[in-house]
């Protein structure tokens, strides 16, 4: 039986318009139902939008709406832009469809009718712009945590979800199931907060108070809280409880973000497993994306348009930025300035370049068709076949596991790695001095190799990657040969038609040219001069790095401890990894500002900062003699 795969966005509420954080799940969701389909599985990717509550009423009221009419608008929003940066998926829900509405009627009145929901009276704070009560406990100064505003004291009569009483089950479940929710940070905090009584859930608003909701079943006074209608989609979509699609994909992966956790890791096992129905397969939570370092706010202006960056950047430059700049769990930023460099760095050198330059030489060479296919490999192509099958099995390692920049790093690594093959090789001099069957082996080798990457960069960059492989002659795509059995295959295919003479696929950017020019001029009248009492409060010192490795979140830092003679081992957090291998660091004294205030580098605290010097190559560490005393002081 073939093997399925079902992954869910949030349903995204509609009270505002898409942005880079939704644009960022959504494209992660299509990434995934891609990567899982060229691993020959049957998928299904569900997205869509959340359209009752308070804060739909009140946005509707301040558009001069009423609540449909907004809903549908906003919705159709969110619809009409996954198309635009290549999202493909298999269904878009919406809480308004009469299947949901009944679906969430059904499972009320199943969990009501099994004695799990109970009326009661309530007294507590209550954020409308959270939608839900808060504890005492659970304010910061008397104060929304996420708001930052004073919550409304409400005390209503309301229906009541059970949730206690499967709180020690969900703990058991969670603990024998390391899996069941990644990554691992996210797992503690579920567990942390159920160490604490959690209560019971309400689940219901008085009509009095609000009518725009899914009604009760059992009360007609009464609509479902948002939260108990919300969740339900991941199953009404496929037709729970007897539809094909529920039976064939289900259970699913939910992809999520930070703010939404205790929902989807306490309210909804819990609510399934009080219907009797079978738990989700994995929940896989990301972090923020913040813009140049701060959070994203209506109120700071910086909230990021998708539509604007994929007009500017092109949608596959963008999909990959997101992809290859967030690593799962951890907060990303968003700049034009890294999305420009990143795009540059992977897409226009190494792997634009890469393609161009092959089809190039093989136009050159043998006007485009490669003839000779009895291959005969020497080391050195032995050695690039195995790196290129470890590169990839890391890459199909990471990608199961939802983590997408480690994956885009293993394969970036094979990229560089054929770079270096064809300096290495020479072809030009192979050509000169006429030893063409070893030519053709050389091109064929790298020729396989791209056919590889390009496959294996589908999930993220479709379009490019469709015509990487249509310009090399490749028309198994996608799906008809599973990645994983590409890995090991390094048998020529027929090219039926002569392969183009080049494909320019990632132009560069130089958006931020001009800009450049007139900060750095700037920053040179104002630097022409500087005191020399402000020159003396900087320390600085030789130190020797002891140790050195990657950052574990970030490619272009590395991290390194420095002995500067003080009795402790400073770790200093550099911005030098595309320019030294880790290794190549141990043992070097190199020139520390001593007297910076520590701070955390994404995640990693630094305690000084270690100087470089810009070259034509790149940077250089600036270096002291070997003799020089750790801790000696520059003057």
Same mark, same amino acid.
């Given at each position: 039986?073939?093997?399925?795969?079902?992954?869910?966005?949030?349903?995204?509420?509609?009270?505002?318009?898409?942005?880079?954080?939704?644009?960022?799940?959504?494209?992660? @969701?299509?990434?995934?139902?891609?990567?899982?389909?060229?691993?020959?599985?049957?998928?299904?990717?569900?997205?869509?939008?959340?359209?009752?509550?308070?804060?739909?009423?009140?946005?509707?009221?301040?558009?001069?709406?009423?609540?449909?009419?907004?809903?549908?608008?906003?919705?159709?929003?969110?619809?009409?832009?996954?198309?635009?940066?290549?999202?493909?998926?298999?269904?878009?829900?919406?809480?308004?469809?009469?299947?949901?509405?009944?679906?969430?009627?059904?499972?009320?009145?199943?969990?009501?009718?099994?004695?799990?929901?109970?009326?009661?009276?309530?007294?507590?704070?209550?954020?409308?712009?959270?939608?839900?009560?808060?504890?005492?406990?659970?304010?910061?100064?008397?104060?929304?945590?996420?708001?930052?505003?004073?919550?409304?004291?409400?005390?209503?009569?309301?229906?009541?979800?059970?949730?206690?009483?499967?709180?020690?089950?969900?703990?058991?479940?969670?603990?024998?199931?390391?899996? +069941?929710?990644?990554?691992? @940070?996210?797992?503690?905090?579920?567990?942390?907060? !159920?160490?604490?009584?959690?209560?019971?859930?309400?689940?219901?608003?008085?009509?009095?108070?609000?009518?725009?909701?899914?009604?009760?079943?059992?009360?007609?006074? #009464?609509?479902?809280?948002?939260?108990?209608?919300?969740?339900?989609?991941?199953?009404?979509?496929?037709?729970?409880?007897?539809?094909?699609?529920?039976?064939? #994909?289900?259970?699913?992966?939910?992809?999520?973000?930070?703010?939404?956790?205790?929902?989807?890791?306490?309210?909804?096992?819990?609510?399934?497993?009080? @219907?009797?129905?079978?738990?989700?397969?994995?929940?896989?939570?990301?972090?923020?994306?913040?813009?140049?370092?701060?959070?994203?706010?209506?109120?700071?202006?910086?909230?990021?348009?998708?539509?604007?960056?994929?007009?500017?950047?092109?949608?596959?430059?963008?999909?990959?930025? !997101?992809?290859?700049?967030?690593?799962?769990?951890?907060?990303?930023?968003?700049?034009?300035?890294?999305?420009?460099?990143?795009?540059?760095?992977? !897409?226009?050198?190494?792997?634009?370049?890469?393609?161009?330059?092959?089809?190039?030489?093989?136009?050159?060479?043998?006007?485009?068709?490669?003839?000779?296919?009895?291959?005969? +490999?020497?080391?050195?192509?032995?050695?690039?076949?195995?790196?290129?099958?470890?590169?990839?099995?890391?890459?199909?390692?990471?990608?199961?596991?939802?983590?997408?920049?480690?994956?885009?790093?293993?394969?970036?690594?094979?990229?560089?790695?054929?770079?270096?093959?064809?300096?290495?090789?020479?072809?030009?001099?192979?050509?000169?001095?006429?030893?063409?069957?070893?030519?053709?082996?050389?091109?064929?080798?790298?020729?396989?190799?791209?056919?590889?990457?390009?496959?294996?960069?589908?999930?993220?960059?479709?379009?490019?990657?469709?015509?990487?492989?249509?310009?090399?002659?490749?028309?198994?795509?996608?799906?008809?040969?599973?990645?994983?059995?590409?890995?090991?295959?390094?048998?020529?295919?027929?090219?039926?038609?002569?392969?183009?003479?080049?494909?320019?696929?990632?132009?560069?950017?130089?958006?931020?040219?001009?800009?450049?020019?007139?900060?750095?001029?700037?920053?040179?009248?104002?630097?022409?001069?500087?005191?020399?009492?402000?020159?003396?409060?900087?320390?600085?010192?030789?130190?020797?790095?002891?140790?050195?490795?990657?950052?574990?979140?970030?490619?272009?830092?590395?991290?390194?401890?420095?002995?500067?003679?003080?009795?402790?081992?400073?770790?200093?957090?550099?911005?030098?990894?595309?320019?030294?291998?880790?290794?190549?660091?141990?043992?070097?004294?190199?020139?520390?500002?001593?007297?910076?205030?520590?701070?955390?580098?994404?995640?990693?605290?630094?305690?000084?900062?270690?100087? @470089?010097?810009?070259?034509?190559?790149?940077?250089?560490?600036?270096?002291?003699?070997?003799?020089?005393?750790?801790?000696?002081?520059?003057?």
């Amino acid at each position: 039986m073939k093997k399925t795969f079902y992954v869910t966005t949030p349903i995204y509420y509609v009270n505002a318009k898409p942005h880079l954080g939704h644009a960022y799940t959504t494209v992660l @969701a299509d990434t995934m139902n891609r990567f899982h389909k060229i691993l020959g599985e049957e998928t299904f990717f569900l997205t869509g939008t959340d359209e009752h509550g308070d804060k739909i009423v009140q946005a509707a009221q301040k558009a001069e709406k009423t609540p449909q009419e907004y809903v549908d608008e906003i919705s159709g929003l969110f619809k009409n832009l996954w198309p635009q940066l290549n999202i493909q998926f298999d269904k878009f829900i919406r809480t308004t469809d009469p299947d949901h509405k009944k679906c969430v009627q059904r499972i009320l009145q199943l969990v009501y009718d099994k004695g799990d929901i109970y009326f009661g009276e309530y007294g507590g704070y209550y954020c409308f712009g959270c939608e839900r009560f808060y504890t005492e406990k659970e304010l910061v100064d008397g104060l929304c945590p996420d708001h930052k505003k004073p919550p409304t004291y409400l005390h209503e009569e309301n229906y009541f979800f059970k949730m206690s009483k499967y709180q020690e089950w969900l703990i058991d479940y969670i603990k024998a199931n390391p899996d +069941f929710i990644q990554p691992q @940070a996210y797992r503690n905090e579920v567990l942390a907060i !159920l160490k604490e009584d959690i209560g019971d859930l309400c689940i219901s608003r008085p009509k009095k108070r609000l009518k725009w909701g899914i009604e009760l079943p059992f009360d007609k006074n #009464f609509v479902t809280y948002v939260w108990f209608d919300a969740l339900i989609n991941y199953i009404s979509a496929i037709g729970w409880p007897d539809g094909e699609k529920f039976k064939k #994909f289900w259970p699913a992966y939910h992809i999520i973000a930070k703010d939404i956790l205790k929902p989807h890791a306490i309210f909804w096992p819990t609510m399934l497993k009080a @219907a009797g129905i079978e738990l989700y397969r994995g929940l896989r939570v990301h972090g923020y994306w913040k813009v140049d370092e701060t959070k994203m706010s209506k109120s700071l202006g910086n909230v990021v348009d998708p539509l604007s960056m994929k007009d500017k950047y092109g949608v596959d430059g963008f999909r990959y930025f !997101l992809m290859r700049e967030m690593h799962l769990g951890h907060d990303g930023n968003f700049s034009e300035k890294n999305l420009i460099e990143r795009f540059n760095s992977d !897409l226009a050198n190494d792997i634009g370049n890469l393609f161009n330059r092959t089809l190039s030489m093989i136009s050159k060479y043998f006007g485009g068709i490669l003839e000779n296919k009895d291959l005969s +490999f020497e080391p050195k192509d032995k050695d690039l076949i195995k790196l290129g099958e470890d590169s990839l099995k890391k890459y199909i390692e990471s990608f199961k596991g939802f983590k997408t920049a480690e994956g885009l790093e293993n394969l970036m690594v094979f990229v560089r790695s054929l770079n270096k093959y064809i300096d290495s090789s020479a072809p030009w001099t192979l050509y000169k001095e006429k030893k063409l069957e070893r030519l053709s082996t050389v091109l064929w080798l790298v020729l396989m190799s791209l056919k590889k990457v390009a496959y294996a960069l589908w999930p993220v960059i479709p379009e490019s990657s469709e015509k990487m492989l249509a310009s090399i002659g490749w028309e198994n795509m996608p799906n008809t040969i599973t990645l994983e059995d590409e890995i090991s295959n390094w048998t020529p295919w027929d090219i039926k038609e002569k392969l183009p003479k080049g494909l320019n696929l990632f132009p560069r950017k130089e958006v931020f040219k001009e800009q450049d020019i007139k900060e750095e001029k700037k920053g040179k009248e104002k630097q022409d001069y500087i005191d020399f009492e402000l020159f003396k409060k900087i320390d600085l010192r030789v130190g020797k790095i002891i140790e050195a490795k990657k950052h574990p979140n970030a490619d272009k830092l590395l991290c390194t401890k420095v002995d500067l003679g003080e009795g402790k081992i400073r770790s200093i957090v550099a911005g030098i990894a595309e320019y030294y291998d880790p290794t190549e660091l141990v043992g070097k004294n190199v020139v520390v500002v001593a007297n910076l205030a520590p701070r955390k580098i994404r995640g990693v605290l630094s305690e000084g900062m270690m100087l @470089a010097i810009h070259t034509k190559q790149g940077l250089k560490v600036l270096t002291a003699e070997d003799d020089i005393e750790q801790g000696s002081k520059i003057s």
